[in-house]
């Protein structure tokens, strides 16, 4: 698309952007140093090859664009160049094919000893820059801004809570309907002050006495019952739910004083 504009002008290139509202995607695949330790650099490259060639396609099938690959990560980008009114609902949309597709073909990467291939997704929707970034010998175009690291850190986010796609409170509100969603926490990520309420997004329809009794358990940890909501997450966590289960590791760690000046908010240790 952006060739295409760039031919139609007539013009070259050049640096700039402008502030626009996306949706932007990030996913890091789980373990992902204890897939690759065995691997020659040869089986590495075709391993890798084809996991970001299937999410690569997936995510272009869903309207959006590959920005850049980190190693195993990928990052995507909803929204731009093309407007897309429904950017967020197509990024999670995205991530849960992914998730699909990934459990589909797991024997075909033909890994030694047949590690699990999980992929964790962080997905943010606001304000960002788009456009060529970069200096005027090279630039590339790509997305920047406080939005694009917020979903950096939702992505790292599931490590804390087990959970493999989490969105923003933003790109909750602008889904709408079509897709399952349980609330998780309001968290404070690192180097950002403003807390962020982020939810899971479900590869299938939540039990709703599930939802009903997780939901009672996390408003006791939001007003500070710690006891109360430790005993409500027990059941959940027996019953082999591992949310509940990070839950209540993270009341036993938490200290008197870090009780004492709970404002509801759990402050995220890790980028």
């Not at 990024?91 to 000893?113: K, N, T």
């Not at 997305?143 to 796609?165: Q, Y």
């Amino acid at each position: 698309t952006i060739v295409d504009r760039l031919v139609e002008s007539a013009a070259p290139p050049k640096l700039g952007g402008e502030s626009r509202e996306l949706t932007v995607l990030f996913s890091d695949i789980q373990g992902f140093t204890q897939i690759s330790e065995p691997l020659s650099p040869s089986d590495l490259v075709r391993f890798l090859n084809q996991y970001l060639s299937v999410m690569t396609d997936i995510i272009e099938k869903h309207g959006g664009f590959v920005d850049k690959y980190i190693g195993d990560a990928v990052v995507g980008v909803f929204g731009a160049p093309v407007d897309d009114p429904d950017h967020a609902h197509h990024a999670v949309e995205a991530a849960i094919a992914c998730q699909r597709h990934l459990a589909e073909m797991q024997e075909s990467f033909g890994l030694p000893d047949s590690p699990v291939v999980a992929t964790r997704f962080g997905i943010n929707t606001g304000e960002m820059l788009v456009g060529n970034i970069g200096s005027s010998r090279r630039f590339n175009y790509t997305v920047m801004g406080d939005a694009v690291n917020l979903a950096a850190r939702l992505e790292s986010a599931n490590k804390t809570f087990g959970t493999s796609i989490l969105v923003s409170d933003s790109t909750y509100q602008y889904c709408g309907e079509g897709i399952n969603f349980l609330e998780i926490d309001t968290i404070r990520v690192v180097g950002r002050t403003t807390p962020v309420t982020i939810y899971e997004a479900l590869l299938q329809p939540n039990d709703t006495i599930f939802s009903r009794e997780f939901a009672q358990a996390l408003a006791d940890y939001r007003e500070g019952n710690f006891d109360q909501a430790k005993e409500k997450f027990r059941p959940l966590a027996d019953a082999g739910n591992s949310i509940a289960t990070r839950f209540i590791a993270i009341i036993v760690a938490m200290s008197d004083t870090e009780k004492s000046n709970w404002e509801g908010v759990t402050n995220m240790e890790n980028k």
